[in-house]
């Protein structure tokens, strides 16, 4: 059975700060997402990727695979109050299905 | 970008009645669709995946005579929620993959469930 953890679940930092999220799974996949949920919201795509190696930035946030490891990280970088949310990495095996991780709900304090 | 979208984003219902959330893919079609839970403070947990005239694939767990998804076209999944309790109060999320362009996966908007 597929699992797939992230680690931290809660993280609060300070504006201006970086840090990491990370996100391990138990088995071989073809792809890895990242999302973010703001409160009673749906899942927004933050990143897919696809390759072992493969790299995304998006404004603050980039995010890493390294399918070896069967980790990927989420990197916050000089974080703003606007990227409190929930972020859930999610993998995808055999383009069928996801499996979500448990969450980290970040909160970024001015 | 596709769109998916949910109806109705929230529903109030008394314990014992049914629901029906609809699940819709705007600009593409889509073959199969993921009906996922997500309870307050928790991750999303898939429940059924839905496959466009045939039957839907129940998760362990899921009890199919109280979740019944009905895909009868290739743009439109519904889930209904038979007799309604409390604990089947929770956020409802469908996805569909538009398997012929990008395959890319889409989320819709969400449908919150009230039981009282």
């Known amino acids: 059975e597929l699992k797939v953890e992230q680690n931290p679940l809660f993280l609060s930092m300070q504006e201006g700060k970086n840090y990491t999220i990370y996100c391990n799974y138990s088995t071989t996949s073809d792809r890895l997402y990242w999302y973010r949920q703001d409160p009673g919201k749906s899942l927004e795509s933050l990143f897919v990727?696809?390759?072992?190696?493969a790299v995304k930035q998006e404004g603050r946030l980039m995010a890493s695979l390294d399918t070896k490891a069967r980790l990927s990280t989420l990197h916050i970088t000089a974080a703003v109050h606007d990227l409190s949310a929930t972020y859930f990495c999610a993998v995808d095996i055999s383009g069928s299905r996801l499996t979500f991780g448990e969450g980290t709900q970040l909160t970024v304090n001015p | 970008g596709a769109v998916v979208s949910q109806h109705p984003s929230w529903v109030i219902c008394k314990s014992g009645t049914s629901v029906k959330i609809e699940c819709r893919s705007l600009?593409?079609?889509?073959?199969?669709m993921f009906w996922y839970r997500q309870f307050p403070k928790q991750s999303l947990m898939l429940m059924a995946t839905?496959?466009?005239?045939?039957?839907?694939?129940?998760e362990q767990g899921v009890e199919k005579d109280k979740f019944l998804i009905n895909h009868a076209s290739l743009t439109l999944s519904t889930l209904t929620v038979t007799s309604a309790h409390p604990e089947d109060s929770s956020f409802y999320i469908c996805?569909?993959?538009?398997?012929?362009?990008?395959?890319?996966?889409?989320f819709g908007e969400g449908s919150r469930l009230t039981v009282l």
């Open positions: 839905s496959n466009e005239g045939s039957k839907a694939t129940y």
């Open positions: 996805s569909a993959r538009d398997y012929k362009n990008t395959g890319e996966l889409f």
């Open positions: 990727l696809l390759s072992n190696g």
């Open positions: 600009d593409f079609q889509a073959t199969t």
